[in-house]
Protein backbone atom coordinates (compact mmCIF):
# COMPACT_ATOMS: atom_id res chain seq x y z
CA UNK A 1 0.00 0.00 0.00
CA UNK A 2 1.02 3.48 -0.70
CA UNK A 3 -0.11 6.33 1.38
CA UNK A 4 -0.41 9.31 -0.51
CA UNK A 5 -0.84 12.78 1.50
CA UNK A 6 -1.60 15.93 -0.20
CA UNK A 7 -0.58 19.32 1.25
CA UNK A 8 -1.67 23.14 1.14
CA UNK A 9 -3.64 23.82 -1.93
CA UNK A 10 -3.70 20.60 -3.09
CA UNK A 11 -5.18 19.29 -0.56
CA UNK A 12 -8.18 21.96 -0.42
CA UNK A 13 -8.49 21.98 -4.19
CA UNK A 14 -8.85 18.26 -3.90
CA UNK A 15 -11.05 18.02 -0.62
CA UNK A 16 -8.66 15.28 1.14
CA UNK A 17 -5.39 15.20 3.32
CA UNK A 18 -4.69 11.58 2.71
CA UNK A 19 -5.41 8.58 0.83
CA UNK A 20 -3.85 4.87 0.75
CA UNK A 21 -3.45 3.32 -3.37
CA UNK A 22 -2.47 -0.14 -3.32
CA UNK A 23 0.79 -0.71 -4.94
CA UNK A 24 0.99 -2.37 -7.91
CA UNK A 25 2.64 -2.99 -11.53
CA UNK A 26 1.03 0.17 -12.77
CA UNK A 27 2.08 2.20 -10.12
CA UNK A 28 6.11 2.24 -10.08
CA UNK A 29 7.02 5.75 -9.89
CA UNK A 30 6.05 8.68 -8.60
CA UNK A 31 5.04 9.85 -12.20
CA UNK A 32 2.45 6.99 -12.65
CA UNK A 33 1.28 7.25 -9.18
CA UNK A 34 0.38 11.28 -9.96
CA UNK A 35 -1.16 9.67 -13.61
CA UNK A 36 -3.21 6.91 -11.53
CA UNK A 37 -4.67 9.42 -9.65
CA UNK A 38 -5.42 11.66 -12.55
CA UNK A 39 -7.32 9.30 -13.38
CA UNK A 40 -10.17 10.13 -11.31
CA UNK A 41 -11.93 12.69 -12.61
CA UNK A 42 -11.12 16.19 -13.87
CA UNK A 43 -10.80 17.86 -11.15
CA UNK A 44 -7.38 15.24 -10.10
CA UNK A 45 -6.30 15.79 -13.57
CA UNK A 46 -6.22 19.45 -13.20
CA UNK A 47 -4.59 20.00 -10.02
CA UNK A 48 -2.01 17.25 -10.05
CA UNK A 49 -0.99 18.10 -13.81
CA UNK A 50 0.04 21.79 -12.09
CA UNK A 51 3.59 22.79 -13.76
CA UNK A 52 4.65 23.40 -10.53
CA UNK A 53 3.86 20.72 -8.75
CA UNK A 54 6.10 19.10 -6.20
CA UNK A 55 6.72 15.38 -4.36
CA UNK A 56 8.03 13.66 -1.65
CA UNK A 57 9.14 10.57 -0.99
CA UNK A 58 9.05 8.85 2.26
CA UNK A 59 9.99 12.76 3.42
CA UNK A 60 12.50 13.55 0.75
CA UNK A 61 12.09 15.57 -2.13
CA UNK A 62 12.45 13.79 -5.38
CA UNK A 63 12.12 14.05 -8.95
CA UNK A 64 8.98 12.30 -10.62
CA UNK A 65 10.89 9.07 -11.90
CA UNK A 66 11.71 8.42 -8.56
CA UNK A 67 11.02 4.72 -7.80
CA UNK A 68 8.49 3.71 -4.87
CA UNK A 69 8.14 0.50 -3.52
CA UNK A 70 5.41 -1.38 -1.20
CA UNK A 71 4.71 0.88 1.84
CA UNK A 72 6.11 4.31 0.68
CA UNK A 73 4.92 7.49 1.67
CA UNK A 74 4.31 9.92 -1.38
CA UNK A 75 3.35 13.70 -0.91
CA UNK A 76 2.23 15.85 -3.05
CA UNK A 77 2.46 19.64 -2.72
CA UNK A 78 2.41 23.35 -4.09
CA UNK A 79 5.49 25.33 -4.28
CA UNK A 80 6.54 26.80 -0.86
CA UNK A 81 6.65 30.35 -0.59
CA UNK A 82 7.97 32.64 2.20
CA UNK A 83 7.76 35.46 3.21
Same mark, same amino acid.
Given at each position: ?? *????????? /???????? /? #? &??? +? /?? !????????????? =? /? $???? @???? +? $????? #? +?? !??? =??? !? &?? $? +?? *?? @???? &? &?? !???
Amino acid at each position: MI *TVLFFAQVR /ERLGCAQI /E #V &PFN +D /EV !TTAESLRQHLAQR =D /E $KWQQ @VLSA +D $KLLVA #V +DQ !TMC =DWQ !T &PL $K +DN *TE @VAFF &P &PV !TGG
